[in-house]
C-alpha cells in the first residue's frame, strides 16, 4: 500500500482551518496588530497545528531584517534596569542596530501591549526584563513570538521558555556571598528584607545568604515585601516597632535597601552605627548617605554585552540555539 504524500502546507490551509480568507490569514504574519486579537489567536492556532508559520511564513516575514532590537523593562526609575537599558542602547548601536525601549510599569497589561506593538514594528529581536519573578509566568504572547521566530532574549528574569535565551545573575552566589561577607563582619543577629516568597530571585538569594551563614549566627529572619522601596519600608518599619534594631539588616535588591534606610531613619536609627547595612545590588550614589555601602555589585556593562551578542547572533542566525549566560556579581566592601 503506497504512503499517503505529504501535502505542501499553505496560507490557503491556514485560512480554511481558522476559518478566514486568505487575506486576513496573510495580514495575521505581517500586520498582526490590525487583526482582531481573537481572530488573530484562531489563524495562530491554526498555524502552529499545521506547522505553517515555522516552515514557510516566519522565512519570509522575517527575510527583510529593521536593524532594530526591542527592548522591555520593568522599571526604568530602578538604576539597574535604567543603567541597563542604556547600556544595551549603546551596544546595539555599536552592532550597527536601532533600539525601541519600552517600560511596563510593572504592568503585566502593559507589557502584553508592549509586545504587540513591537511585533508590528517587525524588530529583529526583543530583549526583555519580565515584570514577574515567578518561572511559572508564561505570558500569552510568548507562544505568538515563537510562531513568528521572533527571537526574545530574557534579562535577570527567567522564565521557563525553550526557546527563549537569556542572561542571568547568579543569584545564589550573588546570597552565598553576602552571606560569607556577614560572618567575616562578626553579624551575629540578622535580618534579611526579601522579594515576595514565591519569586525565584528572592528564593534564590536568601537560600545563598543562609547558606553562606552555615548556622554560626544566633539568629537569621526573613521579612517578604517585594521589590519596591516603598514596600521595604513598610515591613522593616513594622518590624522595627517591635523588635530591637538587628546588627545586620540586608536588602535583597537596592529599592528594598532604600526601604530600609528610609525605616531606619524613622526610627532615628544611624545607618552603619546604630545598625550595619548590606545590600544585594548597589545602591546608586550610596556616598551621598555619608557612610560606606557594603554591597554585591553586577557588571551592567557585561550582561548589556552579552544580550546584545545574542540577540544579534539569534537574528541573523534563525536557526541558532538559545542560549543561557549566568553573570556572577562582585563583593564590594
Known amino acids: 500500500m503506497a504512503e499517503p ?9 491556514v485560512a480554511a482551518i481558522a ?3 486568505k487575506i486576513t490569514a496573510s495580514r495575521a504574519f505581517s500586520q498582526p496588530d490590525k487583526v482582531h486579537p481573537e481572530t488573530l489567536r484562531r489563524i495562530l492556532d491554526a498555524a502552529d497545528k499545521i506547522g505553517y508559520v515555522v516552515n514557510a511564513a516566519a522565512r519570509s516575514l522575517r527575510a527583510k531584517s529593521s536593524r ?3 527592548i522591555v523593562s520593568p ?3 530602578n538604576p539597574f534596569f535604567g543603567g541597563l537599558a542604556k547600556r544595551i542602547t549603546l551596544e546595539a548601536y555599536n552592532a550597527g542596530y536601532d533600539t525601541l525601549m519600552f517600560d511596563s510599569y510593572e504592568s503585566r497589561e502593559n507589557e502584553a501591549r ?3 506593538k513591537l511585533i508590528g514594528y517587525n524588530v529583529d529581536a526583543i530583549i526583555l526584563s519580565v515584570v514577574s519573578a515567578e518561572r511559572v509566568y508564561r505570558p500569552a504572547y510568548m507562544k505568538q513570538l515563537e510562531l513568528l521566530n521572533i527571537p526574545v532574549i530574557l534579562v535577570d528574569r527567567e522564565l521557563d521558555a525553550k526557546a527563549c535565551s537569556g542572561v542571568y545573575i547568579d543569584n545564589l552566589d550573588c546570597g552565598l556571598q553576602a552571606g560569607r561577607y556577614l560572618l567575616s ?3 551575629d543577629n540578622v535580618v ?3 522579594g515576595p516568597e514565591d519569586s525565584n530571585v528572592a528564593q534564590d538569594r536568601v537560600t545563598g545568604m543562609v547558606a553562606g551563614l552555615h548556622g554560626q549566627v544566633s539568629s537569621v529572619n526573613v521579612l517578604h515585601a517585594d521589590f519596591l522601596m516603598d514596600e521595604a519600608f513598610k515591613v522593616t518599619d513594622h518590624y522595627l516597632k517591635y523588635h530591637p534594631a538587628p546588627d545586620y539588616f540586608v536588602g535583597c535588591n537596592n529599592q528594598i535597601s532604600l526601604g530600609i534606610i528610609k525605616a531606619c531613619i524613622r526610627h532615628n536609627l544611624i545607618p552603619q552605627k546604630d545598625v550595619s547595612l548590606f545590600s544585594i545590588d548597589e545602591v546608586s550614589h550610596a556616598d551621598i548617605y555619608g557612610f560606606n555601602f557594603p554591597c554585591i555589585s553586577h557588571d551592567l556593562q557585561e550582561i548589556a554585552w552579552q544580550a546584545i551578542n545574542m540577540a544579534v547572533r539569534r537574528a541573523t542566525d534563525r536557526s541558532a540555539p538559545a542560549s543561557k549566560v549566568v553573570v556572577r556579581g562582585l563583593l564590594k566592601s
Open 5 to 13: 504524500r505529504t501535502q505542501k502546507v499553505t496560507l490557503e490551509n
Open 192 to 194: 534579611i528584607v526579601s
Open 19 to 21: 476559518n478566514v480568507s
Open 114 to 116: 508592549i509586545i504587540d
Open 75 to 77: 522599571d526604568m526609575s
Open 68 to 70: 532594530t532590537i526591542g
Open 185 to 187: 563582619q562578626k553579624a
